[in-house]
Antibody, heavy 118, light 109 residues
Framework: EVQLVQSGAEVKKPGESLKISCKGSGYSFTSYWIGWVRQMPGKGLEWMGIIYPGDSDTRYSPSFQGQVTISADKSISTAYLQWSSLKASDTAMYYC???????????WGQGTLVTVSS | NFMLTQPHSVSESPGKTVTISCTRSSGSIASNYVQWYQQRPGSAPTTVIYEDNQRPSGVPDRFSGSIDSSSNSASLTISGLKTEDEADYYCQSYDSSEVFGGGTKLTVL
């Protein structure tokens, strides 16, 4: 069974750093792109970027380029999303999802809620 | 890049049929597949339609997808509406990057 299990909810202060994770199981982790999607409170889905764990090829949405870093450790089948300096506007639910083809996500993680507040 | 525009909300009664549209702003709707996701409150999205009109296993055949080149749009149709269908629905497509529609809130009342 394909599963993506994300790390737990985080509460951080502005300016702090953060790295959240997404662990894949039940399939060949290195053979599928993993994407990250933001959902701000009460809002829609926004594509942030994707990574191919097989060779760490990474693509970012222009809206998120330079704002976050996507990485992966294929030895432990885990993808990451990190911030070096959080802002209150980063408060959102973040989902990882497996991308079997361009324009499509088939399996989603349960989401990680990030709250940034002073 | 292009945008995908969905109605903000739709509502219909149980047992009826509803159609949610997803209009592509530029480029042909047929040039890249369209996917549809259902998101119930407090849950992650799940796929109800992929590759324009394919249903994943486990999704009832009350859900169907189509594209219309004349209106440059995709549609998700849900027939025999049930209260459990009440959710947000998002379309997604691709053209050098992933694009999501803004989402449509379906109310079944």
């Amino acid at each position: 069974e394909v599963q993506l299990v994300q790390s737990g909810a985080e509460v951080k202060k502005p300016g702090e750093s953060l790295k959240i994770s997404c662990k894949g199981s039940g399939y060949s982790f290195t053979s599928y792109w993993i994407g990250w999607v933001r959902q701000m409170p009460g809002k829609g889905l926004e594509w942030m970027g994707i990574i191919y764990p097989g060779d760490s090829d990474t693509r970012y949405s222009p809206s998120f380029q330079g704002q976050v870093t996507i990485s992966a450790d294929k030895s432990i089948s885990t993808a990451y999303l990190q911030w070096s300096s959080l802002k209150a506007s980063d408060t959102a639910m973040y989902y990882c999802a497996r991308r079997p083809a361009a324009g499509r996500f088939d399996y989603w993680g349960q989401g990680t809620l990030v709250t940034v507040s002073s | 890049n292009f945008m995908l525009t969905q109605p903000h909300s739709v509502s219909e009664s149980p047992g009826k049929t509803v159609t949610i549209s997803c209009t592509r702003s530029s480029g042909s709707i047929a040039s890249n597949y369209v996917q549809w996701y259902q998101q119930r409150p407090g849950s992650a999205p799940t796929t109800v339609i992929y590759e324009d009109n394919q249903r994943p296993s486990g999704v009832p055949d009350r859900f169907s997808g189509s594209i219309d080149s004349s209106s440059n749009s995709a549609s998700l149709t849900i027939s025999g509406l049930k209260t459990e269908d009440e959710a947000d629905y998002y379309c997604q497509s691709y053209d050098s990057s992933e694009v999501f529609g803004g989402g449509t809130k379906l109310t079944v009342l």
